[in-house]
């Protein structure tokens, strides 16, 4: 088999592993209820934020990099599988046994690719880098926006009492991204209230989102 060959082939397993992050499912429901998205879903909505937001950013980042790092970031749930955030006990080890599903479904890389995969997924992981922190904060308000099309009746109690809130410091990294993060907790907010459902809320996010519509 030629040098050619053998890197399609390795392609190709990679494909065949990576394919399954389509049927990685997550806890946020579809806006027409019908099923829950895929970590296949949520890793292709990150990459269309990103390029709405980049144009808005004042702060200078790599665009492709960004990119990059949101369409591969989750890439090693396809054997790993999906965690919430407030499942401590399924979180325990959660990197590890992230690093150990990824260097296995890209295995049969080219090198530089491979090389390219793993360093992106280890700067998202480290949130150092002004990419890996914007990837971040796209990554979580994805989140509460697919939450808030959907019907309130598929929310889980963490979707209430941390979900919304959760890294909400992420978004001080520029201007855009905290007014917009500030209006998407108001429309969560707002979405609670119409639903009856302010119990839920710690009493400090209650406090901070006073104003919301009804």
């Known amino acids: 088999m030629s040098e050619k060959s053998k890197k399609i082939s390795g392609i190709l397993k990679t494909f065949k592993k990576a394919e399954k992050l389509k049927s990685v499912l997550r806890c946020a429901y579809t806006s027409d209820g019908k099923r829950k998205e895929s970590s296949a879903d949520h890793s292709w909505m990150l990459a269309l934020l990103a390029v709405i937001f980049l144009p808005e950013l004042k702060i200078k980042v790599n665009h492709l990099k960004v990119l990059k790092m949101l369409i591969t970031h989750d890439l090693a749930e396809a054997i ?9 006990q399924k979180r325990i080890g959660k990197h590890e046994r992230e ?32 990419e890996s922190r914007f990837a971040h904060a796209i990554d979580k308000v994805e989140v509460i926006l697919q939450h808030n099309v959907a019907d309130i009746k598929t929310w889980l109690n963490g979707d209430f009492d941390l979900n919304p809130y959760w890294k909400d410091e992420y978004y001080n990294l520029d201007p855009f991204l905290r007014k917009f993060k500030d209006q998407v907790n108001s429309e969560t907010m707002a979405k609670i209230a119409r639903a009856g459902k302010l119990s839920k809320v710690k009493p400090e996010h209650l406090k901070r989102y006073q104003r919301w519509e009804k």
């Open 99 to 130: 690093e150990r599903a990824l260097r296995e479904i890209i295995s049969t890389l080219p090198f530089q690719s491979r090389k390219e995969i793993m360093e992106l997924w280890q700067e998202f992981e480290r949130k150092k880098t002004k």
């Open 80 to 88: 790993a599988g999906d965690s919430y955030p407030w499942d401590k």
